[in-house]
């Protein structure tokens, strides 16, 4: 029995190597910081799931601290996981469950993708930067506030390089498309396109990207293009995930997922508006010996038709 357990929740893959990658990892990770109990479990696409990861973490800790392996908040991160860990207190009433932010855009992830691009650029012989187009290309979210740490990381890589064109793109859901964008950079005269794909680690979507930028050299074939990897095994990914574990450690405020136990994830949820079923999914109506009333400080698609006090759960005691 261990005092804490830190459980690493990845996405998931279809793509077998891309689950293999999250467990290489997050073995990494353990060799990092040895004196850590770190677990690992998935959203979707695994045996590993959520509620198996959870119940693994609660049966050998007494506290046990969720870590999203994921990039941007939408979906997953402000209602499937939540929901989970909701259940988890219900069935492991002795166990503190804390949750910690994403990875989202911050210097750390930024510096991954400044070196990505500038492997590109040498790759490419070193071009003007004034006539290379940057697309930054990410998964894509029906959550636009997940959209919106795309265009603010573009737009970051804008401002600290010489590149006249920095845009977004995504690979589903929501709009541009990279066909879109590589259409636009050639009417705007760029000589080369640099693709950088903003995932983690590997998936069906990674591949897809590769095909697509092959797609493109052929539909253009004025304009040289290259395309980076996922980001993997940055050294830059570990710190972010180091800096969430001691903050939430610490109680820093900003340590807390502001959704955690939020009443409008529950009200979203009874109107259709959740994730992921889940088959630790609590029911609307739970209650709560503990609430100190917190601004809440992302925006919601619905409307509150009541003033929002909520309690914020798994407060380190």
Known sequence: MTSETILLVGHGSR????????????EQWRQRQPGWSIEVCFIEF???????GLR?????????????????????VKMDIPQAIDGARLKFPGVQFLYTPQLTACDALLAIVKR???????ALDMPDPSTTGVVLLG??????????????????????????LVDVAFTGITHP???????RHSLLGMKQIVVLPYYLFNGTLVARIQRQVEHLKTQ????????????????????????RVGDVKRGAPAALMPCDGCKFREFAVEHGQGGHHHDDAVPHHHGHDHAHPHEHPHEHDHAHPHPHVHPRHGAPA
């Open 220 to 243: 253009y074939p004025t304009i040289r293009f290259t395309a980076t990897g996922y980001f993997g095994f940055e050294r830059e990914i570990f710190e972010v995930l180091e800096r």
């Open 116 to 122: 990505r691009l500038k492997s590109a650029m040498q």
């Open 56 to 76: 693994r973490a609660a049966a050998r800790s007494a506290r046990v601290l969720v870590v999203p392996l994921i990039l941007n908040a939408a979906g997953h």
């Open 139 to 164: 998964r894509g979210s029906s959550d636009r506030h997940a959209n919106g740490e795309m265009a603010k990381m573009a737009r970051w890589l804008l401002e600290e390089t010489d590149h006249e």
């Open 46 to 52: 695994s045996d590993i799931t959520l509620s198996e």
């Open 177 to 183: 498309r990279l066909e879109k964008v590589a259409q």
């Open 15 to 26: 793509e077998k190597s891309g689950n293999d990658e999250i467990l290489a990892f997050a």
